[in-house]
């Protein structure tokens, strides 16, 4: 009882993150996750609680999607996608750990300074960093590194970003969830645990959401990247 409730905290913190910020959900509970359950356990969980998430975000930013403008990024990452999960399921768990890790730190770092600059990139660039982020999504359901960088690089507007971000995620999380279910890396009890923490899922979005025109997104963020970096320290220096 003591882990579904912890489990469920974890959820319900990613969810309201995204909610709230339109990223975020495998950042936060991924690394959470792997602290008290197995990884693989973990980020099977966390994709079937992430498409909930992203199922509803494109539904309420739908009038700002348009998927001609993503499409290079989702055929890149459906090539990545089988080949992270191969990875998932035959990796050693302390090296996706320490792996992830550095993944988190990365983004910290590169959100942190700001030293991304904006640039009139070709959509055509879309095949690599979508192959970056299926191969991320595949193997830990953190596809949103390489996508939050691409985005950046285009500097869309704040709408059109986050409904850009949404409808990716969307696709993403239905392969991935589907390859995990396919490859074996998500069975009937991994099924079982997201039905559990539907509530938690449903709640953390549903707050985060609402709080979404009343809180500093910025100041936020800011929290969330000072949590982050903790979180990358302490999955790289445990063992």
């Known amino acids: 009882m003591e882990i579904y409730f912890t489990i469920g905290l974890i959820i319900f913190l990613?969810?309201?993150t995204q909610g709230l910020t339109g990223f975020g959900f495998a950042l936060v509970s991924i690394p959470l996750l792997s602290l008290v359950i197995d990884i693989k356990?973990?980020?099977a969980l966390g994709a079937l609680c992430g498409l909930v998430v992203n199922i509803y975000l494109t539904l309420r930013l739908r009038k700002h999607i348009k998927f001609s403008e993503?499409?290079?990024?989702?055929f890149g990452a459906i090539v990545g996608i089988p080949v992270g999960t191969y990875f998932l399921k035959s990796a050693n768990p302390d090296l996706l750990k320490i792996f992830l890790g550095v993944i988190v730190l990365i983004f910290v770092f590169s959100t942190?300074?700001?030293f991304l600059k904006h640039y009139e990139l070709n959509d055509r660039w879309g095949y690599l960093f979508?192959?970056?982020?299926g191969l991320l999504g595949g193997a830990f359901n953190t596809n949103g590194p390489p996508i939050l960088i691409y985005f950046a690089l285009k500097d869309l507007s704040k709408n059109k970003h986050k409904a850009s971000i949404a409808g990716f995620f969307l696709?993403?999380?239905i392969i991935i969830v589907a390859d995990h279910a396919f490859t074996g890396v998500s069975d009937l009890h991994i099924f079982y645990m997201f039905l559990k923490q539907?509530?938690?899922?449903?709640?953390?979005l549903l707050i985060g959401d609402l709080l979404f025109l009343k809180i500093s997104t910025k100041i936020y963020r800011k929290i969330i990247i000072a949590?982050?970096?903790f979180i990358g320290v302490f999955l790289i220096i445990q063992h």
């Open 14 to 16: 990613a969810s309201f």
């Open 41 to 43: 356990v973990g980020i």
């Open 70 to 74: 993503i499409r290079y990024l989702i």
């Open 112 to 114: 942190s300074f700001n």
């Open 130 to 133: 979508g192959l970056f982020a």
């Open 171 to 173: 696709v993403t999380s």
């Open 198 to 204: 539907l509530p938690f899922v449903i709640a953390g």
């Open 227 to 229: 949590f982050l970096f």
